[in-house]
Every structure is written in structure tokens, then in C-alpha cells.
């Protein structure tokens, strides 16, 4: 369980407050807002790259800013919004570096690492891909290779910044139907952020929306409408 006690999120000042959330596994999570609202800075606060101004991240009970840098890399994955590829990396490379937090100082590969990430290949449909290198392949292609890194972790929690962002809208909906799969049927807990009011209709368990008049998380749990977003988001 993610829990966010009285949250102030921001770097010299507050950006928006958390009062008390918590998320469980089982859930996909969008959050929304508008640019510069704060969204990336909050993942990072989750994450416990960015220092909140106040309050804490409890990840499992434990405090995040406790938690060291070895268990806390197989307690939340993150996939960034942008990766380009890199030349000399396959698509199986790619996603056989989530396995690192569990390998040895010269971060080689077990059989049974080698099995995980074949059988993440295999779930994902990138078999004929994973000798690929990720700079030859579309950016839909790229972004379910770095969801497997995400799930080659083998965490509960997966964090994503704007992973349908430079998708066209097939790329979207095929990104986002495998994401709420692996929320539901893996039961971890999947928290996106995104512009895209649609998705987070169609896709999410929980809206998490941030109101920058106010300077509020808002959280909605059960259904709500587009026009109701659009006012509570982007003040219209």
C-alpha cells in the first residue's frame, strides 16, 4: 500500500497539498493536470527523488526517505516520459536491466533471470523484437520494452510519467489496455500521470486530479464526468 500523509508538494514552494491518500495494488491510478502543475514533481516525491515540504511517503508502512536504495528499487519502478533507445541495447537488454536489483556486483544474469525476462517478452508479444535494437522500433514498441524493464523489477508498484505522451492513439489505447491488465490481473498498483482526460475516464480506478486554484489534490474514487474534470482541472 502507497500511503501520503499531509503532503506538501513542491521544491521552495508549495505547489498543492495531500491531506491523507492511500492506494492499494490492485489499482490503475491517472493522475491529471495541467502543464507545470506539479505532476512530475509528485511522482518524484513518491518515488523519494524530490523532498516533500511536508509530511511523508509511506511505502509498505516504512517511510520512503528511510527506505535504502536497494530495497526500495524492488518496492517502485518507474518509467520515465521520454527514452530514445540506445544503439547497442536490444529490446531484450532493455528489459533484462530490471533484473539488476537483483544480480550480483558484476550484474550478471540467472537462468532464472533469463527466464523472467523470456517470459515477459513472450506476455508482452516482443518476441520477435528482442534482438532489435531500441532505437529501431516505433515508439509504441518502446514503451511496452520499458513497461517489461518495469516488470522484470518485479515491484508492486510501477510509476509512470506521461507513458502515452508521444503515442498516436492506437499506441495509447494499446498501452494503456496492458497497463490496466497488469493492475488487475498482476495486482500491482499502477500510478500514471497524463493530459489525456479520456484515458483516465476510460482506464482508471482512481482520478487523482490536481486543482491548482485551490491548490489541492483532488481524488475521485467513483464515476465522473468530462465536463466535471475539465472545470475542476482547468478552471473552464
Known sequence: MLVLDNLHIGYKSVLFEVSDLKL???????????????????????????????????????????????????LLSHVASKFDGVSHLTVYELIAMGRAPYTNMLNRLTSEDHKIVSEIIQKLNLTELQSESTTNISDGERQIAMIGKALAQETKMIILDEPTAFLDYSNRLKVMKLLKNIAINEN?????????????????????????????????????????????????
Do not use: W
Open 188 to 236: 500491482k498498483l499502477i500510478v500514471i500521470s497524463t493530459h489525456n482526460i479520456e484515458i483516465c475516464l476510460e482506464f482508471s480506478n482512481v482520478i487523482l486530479a490536481v486543482d491548482n486554484k485551490n491548490r489541492t489534490l483532488r481524488k475521485y474514487m467513483d464515476k465522473v464526468s468530462k465536463e466535471e474534470l475539465i472545470s475542476d482541472v482547468f478552471n473552464m
Open 24 to 74: 492499494s495494488t490492485g489499482q490503475l491510478v491517472s493522475l491529471i493536470g495541467p502543464n507545470g502543475s506539479g505532476k512530475t514533481t509528485f511522482l518524484n516525491t513518491i518515488l523519494g527523488i524530490t523532498k516533500p515540504l511536508n509530511g511523508e511517503v509511506l511505502v509498505e508502512n516504512e517511510s520512503i526517505s528511510e527506505i535504502s536504495k536497494a530495497i526500495k528499487v524492488k
